[in-house]
């Protein structure tokens, strides 16, 4: 497997990445590495026992090196209760595996937060994905230990506050490539893209134990 720059993406078949699938629709390709979730999004209040179970068996596979994408939005999908537990089901599954967990937080950096305290669960990693939040709730995922991944789109100022072996970056569904990420987050913190870039690639290491 190539060295990981995109950390997040929904590209199927996006190399250099970490691509993001539903478990019901994991068919995995030779060389290419996933995370495996149920996005808050999609329907999590009729997720099965079933499903719960095809998580737990995708997040065993080789090529799968992290659970998500997964967490709450408070603008969108299930209530918030029903998205917070099947977050902990993710928690659960990551914890078992040895794997971090890949984050969708919409307004609700505390609440995923406070989850993850009251499991007992603290000692799985966290990686924030489209991370466009302001410097101050940048704080509070930082402070908890956890990495920021950064898209095209970003608040300078998060980015600036994230410490350099913290950040990731990523493409998502977009159609701007990690080149352009890359050349824009450098551009901002004021560094070579390599340089950038070779940071990233640490970390991903770091983290994903790849």
């Not at 890949?102 to 990693?125: C, D, M, W």
């Amino acid at each position: 497997m190539n060295d990981i720059i995109d950390f997040h993406t929904h590209h199927n078949s996006a190399s250099a990445a970490l691509i993001a699938v539903d478990p019901r629709q994991f068919y995995p390709q030779q060389g290419l590495c996933y995370s495996v979730g149920f996005h808050p999004w999609n329907e999590v209040d009729n997720l099965t026992a079933e499903d719960f179970g095809r998580l737990a068996e995708c997040a065993l596979h080789p090529q799968v090196l992290a659970v998500g994408e997964t967490g709450m939005d408070a603008l969108r999908g299930a209530p918030l209760n029903i998205q917070a537990n099947v977050f902990l089901r993710h928690l659960q599954v990551a914890a078992n595996v040895g794997k971090p967990v890949v984050i969708h937080s919409v307004r609700t950096a505390q609440e995923i937060l406070a989850v993850r305290r009251k499991s007992g669960l603290v000692g799985v990693p966290l990686a924030v994905h489209g991370m466009r939040s302001n410097a101050n709730v940048a704080k509070l995922w930082l402070d908890a230990g956890c990495y920021l991944s950064f898209g095209a789109r970003f608040n300078p100022a998060a980015l600036i506050a994230t410490p350099i072996d913290r950040l990731l970056i990523e493409t998502d569904d977009s159609g701007t490539s990690i080149d352009q990420v890359a050349q824009l987050v450098a551009g901002t913190l004021g560094m070579p893209t390599n340089e950038l870039i070779g940071h990233v690639i640490n970390n991903v290491h770091r983290l994903l134990g790849c």
